[in-house]
């Protein structure tokens, strides 16, 4: 069920309509929640439940042993299979067929024919997301730096509530569980920012993200060997704002969807591209799961704190641990490497940077560069081996004649720009003053001729490109 | 409670309401409605005398299923060309033919086994479940640009399709009698309409291949001549015939320009190829289509050449008025006849 399906039309008005007539019961809308959840999950895969149902129970158990228990020795116990239990599920359902064949391809390397098993498990929507959340849990428990859940139906929902649930934003314990412990209000502010929000995301998903791949990304991508020099960069330049409205458009509806049911997301996008250096494009790019590496491997990996060698071996390993999160494939393991690089030579220019009086740079030289720097990474992100890396780049080298994307869709593409380097307190106040200002009755007319829109626009279009992680 | 979600209800309340509206409009000028059903006249024509009902399931004249001596069964395996629900039933071109041919003197039945959106897998699928049961005696295959549609999405936009293999071919969906709510958001009138506006304009947007790349041409023919080749060997294995039949269009010259309407019903079909290139990819679909057959051994019928290039027996580049379906009947009958009177006297 994608946010931007049919179903999800029927399924959020009555779910919202039943949260709203248990008003004043929590006990009951938190059954409701989970039950709504793992419903909006299973509609994907209905078997792939049990491994959800799986990490809550293993966590919720081993939290509460955790909490129980003074000795220092068994809470490490504790959050050590609690670490190999999720990520050993994500081992073997998403990285256990690429290191087989990684293994196999170097044992071919050495002369070895081995032929390595293989499964033909289907990869669970949102593992990746659920995970991080359910170890945020355990390993926050363990340094004490949050209260242990005792109930186990809220628990259930922190690890499985269906706004965030495929695609994040990933939520910490710290931030969700003391929401599900206080009451909630819903007010009917509340529903219209949250609604505004929704279609805000919504917006940004048809009209930006899945026009730009049916108009520029996809036709440059699908014809490396062939296609005009100039369609490759631009298919480039609009993959970069494709996957931006893409992954930024699912969490609006995810944090607009949590705001009607009166709960607060965290945000996730804050304009990536206007970063002036890679390090601060990593506090505006999915900025859940950054903060997540960030907090539960670089610093406790040493962080900054040790040599300049060790700092740089720490910030490489965090982010090609990063790639690899992202998928199973040696062009996410590459992008992952390349930002590693990046934020290694970031720190080095940040320090030089930091000698002299007086910058030389502009700002806006900065955020080309970075934007720039960044695009390079999603070059690697895009491409689907090193065989389409190569016809990419020697396309471009080649600078092959003409242009065949339309002129509309590079005008698609300027709009999406323009509209990213706005100052956000524009569109913000313009989304905030159509949602409080209009009566409901003209908002309802606008969003069912937005539904409508989006509906023609959608029904045969692609999924949000962040659930296939 | 009503106050909170008040937005929210009354977006439902403009969408119900809007649907509504224009199912009233779609259904008083003659369509297949959600709420509606059937235009009035197409569904009192199905109650009786016409197909598809559930013991009969062919849009044409109900035949028993048991065979009648002497009387040679015709299946039809086509798509909306030859299904044309807008069209009554009694004036699309199956059941034209039969009435035809019973004029000359040739009494036949025909089952026509067509549904819109149907490519030759399919038509393979539905031969298979079927045609032991109905045991034809002659398979005529119409279609084409649904297959166009779909080898362009495979070749130019890099779709995966899971098989090309026709015994392992994944049957399309069926409709459901779940509630299934993006199913029911199909059928709505208003889904249709922003479709029908929106396609064109995102069509507009995308590059579009001319038609003009050898190395994808060559693999599109491959792909369709895999097609005729698996519908002709499905034919044969049920005992029956497998006659071809030429495709015929409005603006066949890839050169000639098409009026604005006609380019955008394709481009509502077929995004990947432009107006041009679509129609080089017919030509392209006929050669293959004939290579097959001559090397099969299996005629083609020339209907196509008695309406190419006529805009006025078109409702757009390739589905018939009724006056296209009249004579595409009668240019196939003209086709048919000696053959089925050649057979009539080997028979004796």
Redesign the interface.
Known sequence: MNFN???Y??FL?LV??LH??L?GRERGRHWLLLAASYIFYMSWNWQYASLIAFSTFVDFGLGRAMAASENERRRRALLVVSLTTNLGLLAVFKYFNFFADSAGSALAWLGLDVELPHHRLLLPVGISFYTFQTLSYTIDLYRRQIEVERSLTRFALFVSFFPQLVAGPIVRASEFLPQLSSPRT???EQ??RG?ARIFRGLLKKVLVAD?LA??LV??AF?NLE?AASL?LVLGLYAYAFQIYADFSGYSDIAIGTALCLGYELPENFNRPYLSRNVREFWTRWHISLSSWLRDYLYIPLGGNRGSKRRTSFNLMTTMVLGGLWHGAATNFLLWGAYHGALLMFSRGADRRAGDRTAPARSVLLERAICFHLVLGGWLLFRVQSMEQLGQWLRGVSELRPGM???P??VL?LAAAATVHFLPRILVDRAQSRFSEGIP??L???V???L???L???T?DTSAFIYFQF | MFARYAVILWTLGFLAAGEFALEVRAGARGFRTLLFGAPVSAATASAGEFGPSARFPFRSRVAPQERRAGVPRIWIASASYAEHVRMPVEGIWPVLLQDELAARGLTVEVLNASQAGWELHRSVRTLRQLGEAWAPDLVLVYQMSNDLDRVASALVGRVIEPTEDLAVAPDPPEPSSELNPTEIARQTTAYEMMRSKLGPLVGDLRPQCDGQEPGINAAAAERIEARFRGVIACGRELGATPMLISFATAYPDPEEPLPPEFAAGLKRANGLLSPAGWRRWVRLGDRSMRSVAAAEGVPVLEVATALDGREELFVDQYHFTLEGHRIFAERLADELEPRLRAREEAKR
Request: charged letters at 15%.
């Open positions: 399906s049919a179903e039309l029927v008005p919202l309509l709203g007539l008003s819903v007010r009917a529903v219209r609604v026009l049916a108009t996809d036709p699908a062939s369609d065949d994307a339309r509309a869709a698609l409901a009755p908002q309802g007319a969003y069912a001729a539904v409508l829109l509906c023609g626009a029904l």
